[in-house]
């Protein structure tokens, strides 16, 4: 087997099943455990994967401040957003996560009909200073400054008085086996109460996202209403959340 086809399979195995065992590999290759660690730390170096003790896992991604996401892929999140502001109806209770991608949907919001916007993120909320027709319900609480958005014991108590009829998940992670995660502990926890609270979550992808595992596990993908993907992606790196029976809806400008 060449090099590059074990590195293909590897791949495969580690999204299939969410970490890579060497010794396993090797003994399904027919291959010593040397020739896969070997593989194992060129893909890491590669930046495909995290090498670990005995094998590997998926890479968890890097995590800028939020004047640096401004930045990333602006495109790709205003046609995720405008898609994701169409999905808004009148008189609907709209919750919105921090982040770029949800500052664009913010932006895109209709302005013909009526309709409240809950959020914990002070960046989100001033989006929305002179939107004409959204009423604007800020959660206050102790500021995560990384997210810009509020977490911690009185941010929880103020989600739970609300029913968002859908909320709009922002995470750094996406994986089939591993979920949805983030890089904080309170601000994962915060996430995962909004969603339990709202009757519909979706969450925004880029390509970045998928296949990668932050430390902070939310929920599992098999647990939002959809996933909200960009019109460029590619079929296959969706293919394992479509095996998941997760509805994907592609964002069209």
Do not use: W
Not at 53 to 78: C, I, M, N, Q, T
Not at 105 to 121: C, K, Q
Not at 165 to 182: E, N, Q, R, W
Request: glycine share 8%; proline share 6%; hydrophobic share 45%.
């Amino acid at each position: 087997m060449l090099t590059g086809q074990r590195k293909t399979l590897i791949l495969d195995i580690l999204r299939r099943d969410g970490q890579v065992i060497a010794k396993t590999i090797a003994d399904d290759f027919g291959l010593s455990e040397d020739t896969i660690r070997r593989d194992l730390r060129e893909m890491a170096a590669e930046r495909l994967l995290k090498r670990v003790h005995g094998g590997a896992l998926p890479l968890a991604p890097e995590l800028p401040d939020f004047s640096a996401r401004r930045g990333v892929s602006p495109d790709v999140k205003r046609q995720l957003g405008a898609y994701a502001a169409r999905m808004i109806r009148p008189g609907r209770t709209v919750f919105l996560d921090g982040g770029t991608t949800t500052a664009e949907i913010a932006r895109h919001l209709p302005r013909n009909f009526a309709f409240t916007v809950v959020t914990h993120s002070p960046t989100i909320a001033g989006e929305l200073e002179h939107h004409p027709t959204a009423e604007v319900i800020l959660i206050g609480g102790k500021l995560y400054k990384h997210s810009m958005v509020a977490t911690g014991a009185a941010a929880m108590a103020a989600i739970s008085l609300v029913r968002p009829d859908i909320f709009f998940l922002g995470v750094t992670a996406i994986h089939p086996v591993h979920g949805l995660s983030t890089g904080d502990f309170e601000e994962a926890a915060i996430k995962r109460h909004i969603a339990q609270c709202s009757a519909e979550t979706y969450v925004m992808v880029t390509q970045e996202k998928l296949d990668a595992v932050s430390p902070c596990h939310i929920l599992p993908v098999t647990a939002v209403s959809g996933m909200v993907a960009p019109s460029d992606i590619t079929e296959a790196s969706l293919a394992p959340y479509r095996s998941a029976q997760v509805p994907i809806f592609t964002a069209n400008d």
